[in-house]
C-alpha cells in the first residue's frame, strides 16, 4: 500500500557530493517523520537524520557540517545531501518513513529497498 522508493546513490571519490532521494507512493493519509539510515558490511543500521513534517532536523555527530536532510511534503520525497563524503561513509542507506495510511488510519513506519553509496579514497 505504500512504496519508499530511493535513488541517487552511487560510487564517488573522497570529497564528493551525492544527493539522495525517497519517494513515498501509495494510499498515503500523513507523513510525520521522515529520516536516512545507512548500514555498512558487519555493522549495525544506525541513524543518519530525521526531520518532521515541520522541518525539525536531528543527524548524527558523524555526518554534522556535511550531510543536509530536507523534505518536499507535496511531493512526499525526502532528501539527502551529502558533501564532503569520507570512506567512512560507504554503505547502503536506507529512507525511512513515519506514515498514516488511508485504509487503516494508523500510524507505521516503512522502509525503502535501500541505495549502495560507496566513497573511494
Known amino acids: 500500500q505504500v512504496q519508499l522508493v530511493e535513488s541517487g546513490g552511487g560510487l564517488v571519490q573522497f570529497g564528493g557530493s551525492l544527493r539522495l532521494s525517497c519517494a513515498a507512493s501509495?494510499?498515503?493519509?500523513?507523513?510525520?517523520?521522515m529520516g536516512w539510515y545507512r548500514q555498512a558490511p558487519g555493522k549495525q543500521r544506525e541513524l543518519v537524520a530525521t526531520i518532521t513534517s515541520g522541518g525539525s532536523t536531528i543527524y548524527a555527530d558523524s555526518v554534522k557540517g556535511r550531510f543536509t536532510i530536507s523534505r518536499d511534503n507535496a511531493k512526499n520525497t525526502v532528501y539527502l545531501q551529502m558533501n564532503s563524503l569520507k570512506p567512512e561513509d560507504t554503505a547502503v542507506y536506507f529512507c525511512?518513513?513515519?506514515?498514516?495510511?488511508?485504509?487503516?488510519?494508523?500510524?507505521?513506519?516503512?522502509w525503502g529497498q535501500g541505495t549502495q553509496v560507496t566513497v573511494s579514497s
Open positions: 501509495g494510499s498515503i493519509f500523513s507523513m510525520y517523520v
Open positions: 525511512n518513513a513515519d506514515i498514516i495510511i488511508i485504509a487503516t488510519m494508523r500510524r507505521a513506519d516503512y
